[in-house]
């Protein structure tokens, strides 16, 4: 068997690095899409094992196949199958072989690929993807055990480095000091003040991570109904909330309003009622909804957007200085997987193909 | 076991407690969880060090080993770690491990380094009376149960501070919620003023029986401190003293308690047949 035509283990695929949403649209399969070609793929020769990783970020294709030409082959087949033009995935692509397509896997599924960087979703689409290829039965020993060590270490690496630490989206870094506050918000009442896209996002957030009592007012009444519907939360006439303000614990404001919604007396007002419980303002209006002397009050927590903003950035610039350590024990990872795999299976070491520069590396 | 001297025992429990710091602060240094096992490990292994070395000198001195300031301090250092054991896997509240580390190290190892403190022994501290023995073990149980709450509180004083000034990061990413700090030290300082009635109750009995043998300085120190701990708890449950203000107060009264041991001490009576035994 000479080098070319050796087993490989390959990448192949288009990721938001390279290819912008436009592209990413084309390319993307849908569920019934993603049936069809896979009974295409049946017929493709000299694909042993295969799995697809498709999210709104990337499409992906780990395998292994008799040969590169396999791989071309398979890229050939997806692309006339899209509609989409050979030249011009190739200018797009993401193509890594053995140990390299194993280091990009093992990235994608730690998070460092992401766009998000550290997000964990990944992970789960990931094992999604690994489990759908069971399903069809397109995965065998060698993929079965890439990607079951693909879990291990990306697991190890979440644990070992800070690269999953501190969110970093304004509606996440909200709910993190939330929960900094109440600890458990299975309990806290939450008021959404404005029912526009940001409050939605963040109401989404806080829901994620278990709170359970949401409600919106907004001073149009069926826009909060629509919302609370949405979410499964309650309404409040948007002339009540001051008066109720005592019986929340969160309040999340993101009003058009030009002037401050939330004055310092109705603050006090809230807090004679409910002196030993914390009250806490995300202030996510431009302008301001609360007046920031509020931040004084006893008991009395507030955010704005440029706060949440701030420590998302400084998240992100945390978990990127974890890059590197991380990407060192991915590395270590990889070539030990590397090793067992190809003492196993007898894979050799195939150099990637010429023109690399058009290929995205994998990072 | 019994041929190593009591102090030695306490070294040893102290290094334990120390290197329970120790741990948790490279963690956190490194802006890392620091392992909850090997906290609790540390922690363990100095508590059962300690209840050596705590056993062989009840032995010596006949009767609970809370007749000096030394031992005063080592046993405060006791009662709060032997809470925390309890209470800390049921609550788990992160870094109360690392605290009481701290805590319990900083007392053993300066009652340690202080040997005037330790200079004198008195056996028979107690006269034989077991009741007076229970108030003593009781209210110094109490005083390890506060201790534990002015932990509680400095950690509510960081969070809060974190918070209120944006210092997210480092030590402060690692601490407990405000609510879950300020529930605990509600059911500490309830606990503790449980625990000194009681004993004031017992004290009471004794103190009917015979008042001729107890001092007047130790009657009156005591009640200042339940007192101050029990309108505490009053003022909290009717919602005046709360947050940053109660929290202050624990940590205050706290430091007071600690201190005013000393006058307790000094100013105790020794029954008739209690030698005191100097020590070289």
Redesign the interface.
């Known amino acids: 068997m000479s080098e070319q035509s050796s087993p490989t283990l390959f990448t192949l695929g288009a990721s938001h690095h390279t290819t912008p949403i436009e592209l990413r649209e084309k390319l993307a399969l849908t569920a019934d899409k993603m049936n069809a070609f896979c009974e295409q793929l049946k017929q493709l020769r000299g694909l042993r094992e295969y799995a697809v990783l498709n999210t709104c970020n990337r499409i992906e294709f780990y395998g292994l196949a008799d040969a590169t030409e396999t791989v071309e082959q398979l890229q050939h087949e997806f692309c006339a199958f899209q509609g989409f033009s050979d030249a011009e995935f190739r200018s797009i692509r993401l193509h890594a072989l053995n140990r390299d397509a194993i280091q990009h896997l093992l990235e994608v599924s730690s998070g460092l690929n992401s766009q998000m960087l550290g997000e964990t979703e990944i992970l789960g689409q990931v094992k999604d993807a690994y489990a759908a290829a069971q399903t069809r039965h397109s995965v065998g020993p060698v993929l079965n055990r890439v990607f079951q060590k693909t879990f291990q270490y990306a697991k190890h690496v979440r644990t070992h480095t800070a690269i999953t630490e501190g969110q970093i989206s304004v509606a996440n870094v909200a709910v993190d000091l939330a929960t900094k506050i109440f600890g458990e918000l299975a309990h806290a009442r939450i008021l959404l003040l404005g029912a526009g896209e940001i409050g939605d996002k963040t109401a989404k957030a806080f829901q994620s991570r278990g709170a359970r009592s949401l409600t919106v007012a907004s001073r149009r009444l069926e826009r909060a109904q629509e919302l609370a519907t949405t979410l499964g939360a309650a309404a409040l006439p948007f002339e009540q909330w001051a008066a109720r303000l005592s019986d929340f614990d969160i309040v999340v404001c993101s009003t058009a309003a030009p002037q401050t919604m939330v004055k310092l007396a109705d603050t006090r007002a809230a807090m004679k009622k409910r002196p030993a419980r914390p009250l806490f303002f995300i202030d996510l209006a431009l302008p301001r909804d609360v007046d920031q002397t509020a931040a004084k009050e006893e008991n009395v927590f507030l955010y704005n957007l440029d706060d949440l903003a701030k420590i998302a950035e400084e998240n992100l610039a945390a978990r990127t200085t974890e890059v590197k350590r991380a990407r060192e024990i991915l590395t270590e990872k990889a070539n030990l997987l590397w090793a067992q795999i190809s003492a196993k299976t007898r894979l050799e070491s195939t150099p990637a193909p010429s023109a690399p520069a058009c290929d995205q590396q994998a990072r | 076991m019994s041929s190593i001297p009591d102090r030695t025992w306490l070294w040893i429990a102290a290094t334990f407690y120390l290197a329970g710091f120790v741990l948790g602060t490279v963690a956190l240094l490194r802006?890392?969880r620091h392992s909850r096992a090997w906290m609790y490990i540390f922690i363990t292994a100095g508590f059962v060090l300690q209840t050596i070395g705590l056993g062989l000198r009840g032995k010596a001195v006949h009767g609970c080993p809370i007749t000096n300031t030394f031992e005063l301090f080592q046993f405060t250092a006791w009662s709060a770690t032997s809470l925390y054991l309890v209470i800390g896997p049921t609550f788990r509240l992160s870094l109360l491990g690392y605290f009481n580390a701290c805590l319990s190290a900083t007392l053993t190892f300066v009652s340690l380094l202080v040997p005037a403190w330790d200079s004198i022994h008195r056996t028979n501290n107690f006269g034989g009376s077991p009741w007076i023995e229970f108030h003593a073990a009781l209210a110094l149980f109490s005083y390890g149960v506060f201790a534990l709450l002015a932990l509680t509180s400095i950690m509510y004083l960081l969070?809060v501070f974190?918070?209120?000034r944006?210092h997210?990061?480092g030590v402060f990413?690692f601490?407990?919620?405000?609510?879950?700090l300020?529930l605990i030290s509600l059911r500490l300082l309830g606990a503790g003023v449980t625990l000194m009635t009681a004993a004031i109750a017992v004290g009471y009995v004794y103190f009917a029986e015979d008042h001729a043998r107890v001092p007047l300085t130790k009657i009156a120190v005591a009640l200042a401190v339940w007192v101050a701990y029990t309108v505490t708890l009053i003022l909290r449950l009717r919602?005046i003293l709360?947050?940053?203000r109660l929290t202050w107060t624990c940590i205050v009264l706290f430091v007071v308690a600690l201190f005013s041991l000393g006058l307790i001490g000094s100013a105790r009576k020794s029954p008739p047949a209690a030698p005191t035994v100097s020590q070289p």
């Open positions: 802006e890392r969070q974190s918070l209120q944006r997210l990061r990413s601490l407990p919620s405000v609510v879950d300020d919602g709360i947050t940053k």
